[in-house]
């Protein structure tokens, strides 16, 4: 008898990637998510297509739906025989999500990017069936035109690896690892190697106004800050983790040539929204430039990638007022504030001292390529 | 994105940004006057807040009323007249003994309306504000209060404890006593703006205070109403007072029975 599935977040991963790793033959797939259009297009269709690219070519993947609904609509009692949930809704969503299933007890599959998430979500669904998991690969949340005629659900994903806690009882394309495996050999380097100099091409990218980071990386100036950032965090994780130097070095070239990728049409926008996240004191770029602070290593192109961030604009971020608070906010205060540094402590003083100057050059950059 | 009140926001974080500079510079013993009780206490750093504040809120053309410049008869609560309510130091006993719980609190209101506000709790490095009627800030991340049970609620009160008024006085440890007890407990931080601030962002679930004086609780009531908690405030006896009660809707239904059952509150306050 096949079992079931949820897929809650039914966007880039959700619908993109997360399927695939499952045999439509063993699992029937629901889908949950916020935005009626996506609901409405699965049910009326019954399926959806996506593109995975293979040895430099797209191969075309029918997803079956066994059914699709809204939050609004999702009826927990229905799916009491859930064989798994997997969430992929970002980390502000989670606790909302997991109020959404409270009471079900089926393992909790997320891949969240904030390994934090988890016990978040334990404390929200009240049980201890709860996995982070990592999922290397580059989804895009949507697809080139000619796809997008044929089907407006479709999605370009790259061939990646899922790396999942090891726990629950599932049958599909992933791995499982214990968490310590997980967090010290799979989440550091995405972290840092893939999440980093990822969303530094982003707002570089956003700055000179392409649309997709492979577009971004096209411009040899935004390349060489890309690839400076990736030595600056490739040289500290050597330094700081015991992780075998050799694995890591080729993570970090197997990371450049996906941003390069001109198949995959990954949106600066996707990569780059809620800068706010992004600036976290622990994440991807305050907490790199600090682990390369506290190493010796001065990481120039990693400020510049936090200039980036904190000048990205899109009127349709969750983070828009960023713009404005670093707008009526001194420099000193945004930094303690808003990025939480203390006052004096390294990354402050170089913010202050440095971010004019920085401002200055990523808008000549942005010019020039204009 | 359109923000409202961007001007007003921009005023209030100026202002209360500089308060907390100038708290957090005060390395020098403080000077610390009693004012009404041994609780009441004002310190001049206080004075230089307030002032400091009202310079940079005059801009926008609204009066100002300040907790430490009050004279009570400036200024009455009218509901067409906008103005600014300040607090240089809310909690300024906790200030005094190292505590990190005291903010700089700016609000921008219309009689009860509270439309603009912005708490600065410089110590703990916590910044909150409006962003308009329907969003709230910790530190630029959104806040959104999640709505939980009595039973899983932590509370926090203020009030004065009415030492001239031996009823009232009874009245208020037993409703403090009676939260405590249907609750996961009732603090009492000494710091109204930092309860509900703290109750805006869910680390509370309920705030409430009798009599509280609208400095002490303006700028923080406009977090938490655009952080989407249950907020019920009536006018108390008090001039230029309130009573509120501030956070999980189910917590705040039941301390309001327990308030009007004690007869601190009337059944008809206002619900925002």
Request: aromatic share 8%; hydrophobic share 45%.
């Amino acid at each position: 008898m096949k079992r079931k599935i949820l897929f809650v977040g039914a966007g880039a991963i959700g619908r993109g990637y997360l399927p695939l790793l499952f045999s439509p033959q063993m699992y029937d797939f629901v889908f949950v998510d916020s935005n009626p259009r996506i609901i409405e297009r699965m049910r009326d269709t019954g399926s959806y297509t996506t593109f995975r690219v293979r040895k430099d070519q797209y191969e075309e993947k029918t997803i079956p739906v066994a059914a699709a609904f809204t939050p609004d609509q999702f009826r927990l009692s229905e799916h009491t025989d859930a064989a798994a949930c997997f969430f992929s809704v970002g980390p502000r969503n989670v606790s909302r999500a997991a109020a959404m299933i409270k009471g079900l007890k089926i393992p909790l599959i997320l891949s969240e990017n904030e390994p934090n998430t988890v016990d978040m979500a334990k404390s929200v669904v009240g049980h201890e069936q709860v996995y982070f998991a990592v999922p290397d690969v580059i989804t895009s949340n949507t697809a080139p035109q000619k796809f997008l005629d044929k089907d407006p659900l479709a999605i370009v994903t790259e061939d990646g690896v899922m790396f999942i806690e090891e726990g629950p009882n599932l049958t599909g394309d992933f791995k499982f690892l214990t968490r310590d495996q997980l967090l010290g050999m799979q989440w550091t380097p995405k972290l840092y190697l893939h999440n980093t100099p990822h969303c530094i091409a982003a707002y570089l990218g956003a700055l000179v106004g392409v649309t997709y980071v492979h577009e971004a990386m096209s411009i040899p100036k935004v390349d060489a800050i890309v690839v400076g950032a990736m030595m600056e965090m490739l040289k500290s994780l050597k330094m700081k983790w015991e992780i075998p130097h050799d694995f890591l070095e080729w993570y970090a070239e197997k990371e450049l040539a996906r941003f390069r990728c001109k198949l995959l049409f990954d949106p600066v926008a996707r990569v780059a929204r809620e800068p706010m996240r992004k600036l976290g004191l622990h994440g991807r770029l305050i907490g790199a430039a600090q682990i390369c602070l506290a190493l010796g290593i001065i990481p120039q192109n990693i400020l510049a990638g936090i200039t980036g961030a904190l000048l990205f604009e899109d009127q349709n971020d969750p983070d828009h007022h960023l713009a404005f608070l670093r707008r009526v906010m001194s420099k000193d205060s945004f930094n303690t504030y808003i990025l939480g540094l203390r006052t004096g402590e390294p990354l402050d003083l170089l913010l202050c001292e440095q971010i004019d100057m920085i401002i200055e050059r990523l808008q000549s950059l942005s010019k020039e390529v204009a | 994105m359109n923000i409202q009140w961007q001007d007003e926001t921009r005023l209030a974080l100026r202002a209360a940004i500089e308060g907390g500079r100038i708290a957090m510079k005060s390395d020098a013993p403080l000077d610390v006057q009693v004012k009404e009780s041994a609780r009441d206490v004002v310190t001049s750093i206080d004075m230089e807040i307030e002032q400091s504040a009202i310079a940079i809120l005059v801009e926008s053309g609204y009066p100002v009323i300040g907790e430490e410049t009050f004279s009570g008869k400036q200024f009455a609560l009218d509901d067409r007249q906008l103005c600014w309510v300040v607090d240089a130091i809310d909690g300024t006993a906790n200030f005094v003994n190292g505590l990190e719980y005291f903010a700089v609190s700016i609000g921008l209101c219309q009689g009860l309306n509270f439309l603009v506000g912005t708490v600065c709790l410089p110590r703990l490095q916590q910044i909150y504000c409006t962003l308009g009627a329907d969003r709230a800030l910790l530190n630029g991340r959104p806040l959104c209060h999640e709505h939980r049970t009595p039973s899983e609620s932590l509370v926090a009160g203020s009030f004065s404890g009415s030492v001239g008024n031996p009823k009232q006085r009874a009245k208020q440890y037993t409703l403090f006593g009676q939260i405590n007890d249907q609750t996961r407990g009732c603090l009492r931080l000494g710091s109204a703006s930092t309860n509900i601030c703290f109750t805006a962002a869910g680390r509370l679930q309920a705030a409430y205070g009798m009599n509280a004086k609208l400095w002490d609780v303006a700028g923080a009531l406009a977090i938490a109403i655009a952080a989407g908690c249950d907020v019920q405030v009536t006018p108390s006896d008090a001039p230029f007072s309130v009573n509120y009660i501030v956070g999980s809707r189910s917590v705040v239904a039941m301390i309001r029975e327990l308030c009007v059952a004690q007869g601190l509150m009337e059944e008809s306050c206002q619900t925002r």
